[in-house]
Nanobody, 123 residues
Framework: QVQLVESGGGLVQAGGSLRLSCAAS????????MGWFRQAPGKEREFVAA???????YLANSVKGRFTISRHTANNIMYLQMNSLKPEDTAVYYC?????????????????WGQGTQVTVSS
């Protein structure tokens, strides 16, 4: 069993920055992929970024150049550094684990999910 806990969300003005964290427990994660998704009010959940076990990354076009994903494998923590935030980035952000270690933006590939953390960007 895997438990994921997100933190770091909050309220920030447009142009500001936030860093989200996802702490994983219950299993080792050295060969797994991890990802970030988000869900805005009234919209479906969408892919944001993913990172695999050897540091390869994959980001959605909407966040390229503004967001950076990283992970500290030994501590089972994943991060999402969000810069130049826009009001359209407002959403609940979820972290997830893909046990197969595939670098993917497909929600169905992920096996475990956190409860989410709210990010609100004011204009």
């Amino acid at each position: 069993q895997v438990q994921l806990v997100e933190s770091g969300g909050g309220l920030v003005q447009a142009g500001g920055s936030l860093r989200l964290s996802c702490a994983a427990s219950g299993r080792t994660f050295s060969r797994y992929s991890m990802g970030w998704f988000r869900q805005a009010p009234g919209k479906e959940r969408e892919f944001v970024a993913a990172i695999n076990w050897n540091g390869g990354t994959y980001l959605a076009n909407s966040v390229k150049g503004r967001f950076t994903i990283s992970r500290h494998t030994a501590n089972n923590i994943m991060y999402l550094q969000m810069n130049s935030l826009k009001p359209e980035d407002t959403a609940v952000y979820y972290c997830a684990v893909d046990l197969r270690g595939v670098l993917t933006g497909r929600e169905s590939e992920y096996d475990y999910w956190g409860q989410g953390t709210q990010v609100t960007v004011s204009s």
